[in-house]
């Protein structure tokens, strides 16, 4: 079936430090691809997505590239704040599985001022 | 536009009492789902709703039941609550089930005591 591997974490950096989150993925065919951000109290809210191979997603000052032939599609962000304190999931929804979709664990990201 | 909501936010139960989380969304989305959110386990699909009028288990089932009410409302209940029940609760909704965005709820806040 299908399956995601994020970095685990807790993450710590300094503010205005290069943020780079992990994610790999096990599927068949052509998932999309998904990075799901969940502040404190709330709600997990889209982020970015990409529908395929070699799409780069984009949001926010955050960025990831659907690789098909590493089966990643890692997070990044060449400045953090503070405000991008929060829990960062990567998912993926395909055809298969009955397009329903597979979360990772999550990362717990902390940045301080 | 309220998006997805669910009530209520907070619950504390006794052991073997019942009760429903109800979820609603306006963004006329055929699919629905329920999941559950525990520290260092990401999310777990309990139900989904892929259209309505039709209900499937998702990975952790048991314990569980849901009612797609109407094409906006997807209700969770708890027949007799058990402390392994204590969790976050969220909702959320999608156009499809196949490669589409989730849009999520704020959660639902539950102890089983």
């Known amino acids: 079936g299908n399956s995601v591997t994020q970095m685990e974490g807790p993450v710590t950096l300094s503010e205005e430090a290069f943020l780079t989150i992990n994610c790999t993925y096990t599927?068949?065919?052509?998932?999309?691809l998904f990075w799901y951000v969940q502040y404190p109290g709330e709600g997990l809210q889209l982020l970015l997505k990409?529908?395929?191979?070699?799409d780069k997603g984009s949001n926010k000052g955050f960025e990831a590239t659907y690789r098909k032939e590493t089966t990643s599609f890692h997070l990044e962000k060449g400045s953090v704040q503070v405000s991008d304190s929060a829990v960062y999931f990567c998912?993926?929804?395909?055809?298969?599985?009955?397009?329903?979709?597979?979360f990772g664990d999550g990362t717990t990201l902390t940045v301080k001022p | 536009n309220a998006g997805v909501t669910q009530t209520p936010k907070f619950q504390v139960l006794k052991t073997g009492q019942s009760m429903t989380l109800q979820c609603a969304q306006d963004?006329?989305?055929?699919?629905m789902y329920w999941y559950r959110q525990d520290p260092g386990m990401g999310l777990r699909l309990i139900y989904y709703?892929?259209?309505?009028?039709?209900?499937d288990k998702g990975e952790v089932p048991n314990g569980y039941n849901v009612s797609r009410l109407n094409k906006r409302e997807f209700s969770l209940r708890l027949e007799s609550a058990a402390p392994s029940q204590t969790s976050v609760y969220f909702c959320?909704?999608?156009?499809?089930?196949?490669?589409?965005?989730?849009?999520f709820g704020p959660g639902t806040r539950l102890t089983v005591l």
């Open positions: 959320a909704s999608s156009e499809r089930t196949s490669g589409n965005t989730q849009y």
């Open positions: 599927a068949t065919g052509y998932p999309s």
């Open positions: 990409a529908t395929k191979a070699d």
């Open positions: 998912a993926l929804s395909g055809e298969t599985n009955a397009g329903k979709s597979t």
């Open positions: 963004m006329n989305h055929n699919s």
């Open positions: 709703s892929a259209s309505e009028g039709t209900t």
